[in-house]
């Protein structure tokens, strides 16, 4: 067990729809990455936020966005879903923003129908 | 931006066998980890590893920085060491890690 966790751990929705997944990181932790894990592209980071700020962005479509509150659990939010969406959303923290262990949680699997 | 490339795509091994799994990295890097993915989709973290030399019971690794390669070694496989084994890396400008292709290993009893 990593220590961080993530909600729901399965998701299935249809085309159109708007989701929202959750994170919460390990205790301590001020930082929270999200990756996308899909067939065809493989493990992609999406976007970094530190300490409620966001620090670095990746492939992120602009469907989907994502914030960290003042607890530091953060939430991922993709809307006007499409089928090649599904995938694997993986939660990661680490203590800082600087090189550091990141350390995965379970993930989010979402199928969209 | 870096590249990752791990090798061999795809391992067969008997059980008790060992294997060496190879991650090429294309640029300095401060941070390079090793992930096994197993069945079930979870990552767990073995090694934190940007250079120099670590072991964990019957995993070990190695990072040589200025070459851009890191090695894991698994002795002594289980079938519970089944699963995919990912090398990524951040590159020097921030924290976001790039992750390989991932070598896939079948232990079979």
């Known amino acids: 067990d990593s220590g961080v966790t993530q909600t729901p751990k399965h998701l299935i929705t249809a085309t159109g729809q708007r989701v929202t997944l959750r994170c919460s990181p390990r205790s301590g932790d001020l930082s929270v990455y999200w990756y996308q894990q899909s067939l065809d592209q493989g493990l992609q980071f999406l976007i970094q936020?530190?300490?409620?700020?966001?620090?670095a962005k990746g492939n992120i479509l602009e469907r989907f966005s994502a914030q960290q509150f003042p607890d530091l659990h953060s939430e991922l939010n993709l809307s006007s879903l499409e089928l090649g969406d599904s995938a694997l959303y993986f939660c990661?923290?680490?203590?800082?923003?600087?090189?550091?262990?990141?350390?995965f949680g379970p993930g989010t699997r979402l199928t969209v129908l | 931006g870096i590249q990752v490339e791990q090798s061999p795509p795809d391992l067969i091994l008997q059980e008790g066998a060992n294997s060496t799994l190879r991650c090429n990295f294309s640029d300095s890097v401060n941070n390079l980890q090793w992930f096994h993915q197993n069945p079930w989709g979870q990552l767990i973290n073995l090694f934190y590893?940007?250079?120099g030399t670590k072991q964990n019971g019957r995993l070990s690794a190695t990072t040589v920085a200025t070459e851009r390669y890191s090695l894991l070694y698994i002795s002594s496989s289980q079938t519970t060491d089944s699963g995919v084994y990912f090398c990524?890396?951040?590159?020097?400008?921030?924290?976001?890690?790039?992750f390989g292709a991932g070598t896939i290993l079948r232990v079979k009893s």
């Open positions: 936020y530190y300490n409620g700020e966001e620090r």
């Open positions: 990661a923290s680490s203590v800082e923003g600087s090189p550091d262990t990141q350390y």
């Open positions: 990524a890396v951040d590159d020097r400008y921030g924290n976001k890690l790039v």
């Open positions: 590893i940007p250079s």
